[in-house]
């Protein structure tokens, strides 16, 4: 979203420091500029009514929408895991990482089990990023030692 679209919408816009401004909320009936806007460096906008409108209410009545106020799509900050999702991937690591021990310890490991593993592997290295932003550290640290355990003895081609 480009900030000059929001400002433009806006009256009484005044500058108020680095990529701030303050503005009258186009919301409710504002005499003195009571709305705060401020620009993030990754380009998202915040929104803040002193006579307490909500940033919906603010966006909405200058035609916007909310995700006018991201600039990365809304679908990728509305990522989230399912309990099952999360057991589905704790149980992955759980096997990733006792194939790795076995094939550590030099013991034959069937080849169904070497293609699930091969499977888990790809499927865990793209969700740690995704568990780390919401917060699931400890399950993304399992995944991550479970993968490094892979990595290091090189054991799966991919
Ligand atoms: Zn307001």
Redesign the pocket.
Known sequence: MNIDRILSSLDKVKPKGRDSWVAC?P??N?KSP??SIKELPDGKVILN?F???TAE??VNSIGLTMSDLFSEPLEKQDKFYTKRQLEELDLQAWFLAICATHLHRREHVASDDMQKAAKCYKSLKSEINGLKELGYNKLARRIKASTTMMDAWRMIRI
């Open positions: 909320c919301a409710h504002d009571s709305l009514c006579g307490g409108c209410e603010v």
